[in-house]
């Protein structure tokens, strides 16, 4: 008789997805256990049934976890994002690439103790493509899944190789031992850049469209890092997170594909910055471009086509450009940053 709780556990819990993920999974009943390196913030707390501070590099600690609950599904989010990255590739590898192998056991382990499949969702990213500068990214338009797999970041590289770890794990885990069964059942997202009310991203290439809004609204100054007519996929967390839900929770038969891109609307940082304008009017937002971040932006596609995610399981991003802004991220940083 096993005595584990059944649980999901969210590792990254204090990013920026991780907050509203944690929150939307208690909500739906879920017993969630919340990991992160750091000390896990109020906000997350409040709705996790347990907290663990830990590093997914210390597998010891990940097996003790193991043994404690019975998990059936493992939503693994953390990562050291695109710019962190650059500054320190070989960390980024051994958290991005490492981590998530880690986690990959874990879940053949969690499987093996309920005699069923664990769920293994893994946030890829926008990041796992490559293109060779802006007139490469205009030509290709809206990219398939298939196409420009050539990151130029260490973390693209990692997310790619981190969908491959999964498909390897669903479909030929230790193909030559004697009858395996297929554990983990990997479903992976590659996120656009995402922008949300509640968090700031750390670390990452599209941080400044957050940076942008937040700034505003905090009453301070804030220089861009990119050039005001780049474009990049961008989404509102609330559809990002529904999306990983969706597919969390689609039937196994319904996914063509271990990897789906999402998009909802792909505009300008010149775009962004006046939309916010328009709510703050003393915005000061500047256009102070840093070459080299600028060139990973441009490594990135300006578009992707999402058709499979809305054939497989259903995608429909509720929150366009504007209604992102007026519907979502200024009433929700306005509440933020107001004094009581
Ligand atoms: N938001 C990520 C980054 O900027 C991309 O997935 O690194």
Not at 23 to 33: D, H, K, S, T, W
Not at 42 to 58: E, F, W
Request: proline share 5%; glycine share 8%.
């Amino acid at each position: 008789m096993s005595s584990r709780q059944s649980a999901v556990l969210v590792t990254g819990a204090n990013g920026e997805i991780g907050h509203s993920l944690v929150r939307r999974l208690a909500a739906q009943g879920e017993r969630v256990v919340a990991l992160d390196v750091r000390e896990i913030d109020a906000a997350c707390r409040v709705h996790a049934s347990a907290t663990q501070v830990g590093d997914i590099l210390d597998f010891g600690m990940l097996q003790r976890l193991g043994v404690q609950y019975e998990f059936g599904a493992i939503f693994h989010l953390a990562a050291l994002l695109s710019t962190r990255g650059e500054f320190q590739p070989e960390l980024a590898h051994r958290v991005n690439v490492e981590g998530t192998l880690n986690l990959l056991r874990l879940a053949v382990d969690a499987a093996e103790t309920r005699g069923a499949p664990v769920k293994f969702l893994f946030p890829s990213s926008i990041a796992a493509y490559g293109l060779k500068g802006a007139a490469a990214r205009r030509a290709a338009g809206r990219v398939r899944e298939e196409d420009h797999l050539q990151p130029e970041t260490m973390y693209g590289c990692n997310k790619l190789y981190g969908e491959h770890l999964g498909r390897y794990y669903m479909h030929h885990y230790k193909r030559l031992a004697a009858a395996q069964a297929h554990v983990v059942d990997f479903r992976s997202i590659r996120f656009p850049g995402l922008i949300s009310a509640d968090t700031v991203p750390s670390g990452g290439t599209s941080d400044y469209a957050p940076e942008m809004l937040h700034a505003a609204a905090r009453g301070e100054e804030y220089n861009c890092f990119v050039r005001e007519d780049v474009r990049l996929p961008f989404m509102a967390m609330p559809d990002a997170v529904d999306a990983m839900l969706q597919l969390a929770s689609a039937p196994a038969e319904n996914l063509t594909s271990h990897v789906y891109n999402i998009g909802a609307f792909a505009p300008s940082a010149g775009e962004i910055a006046r939309l916010i304008g328009e709510h703050f009017p003393s915005a000061r937002i500047h256009f102070a471009p840093d070459e080299r971040r600028q060139a990973i932006v441009e490594s990135w596609p300006e578009d992707v086509d999402d058709s499979r995610a809305r054939r497989d399981f259903g995608f429909a991003p509720r929150f366009d450009l504007v209604r992102t802004f007026t519907d979502y991220l200024i009433p929700g940083v306005k509440r933020r940053y107001t004094k009581p």
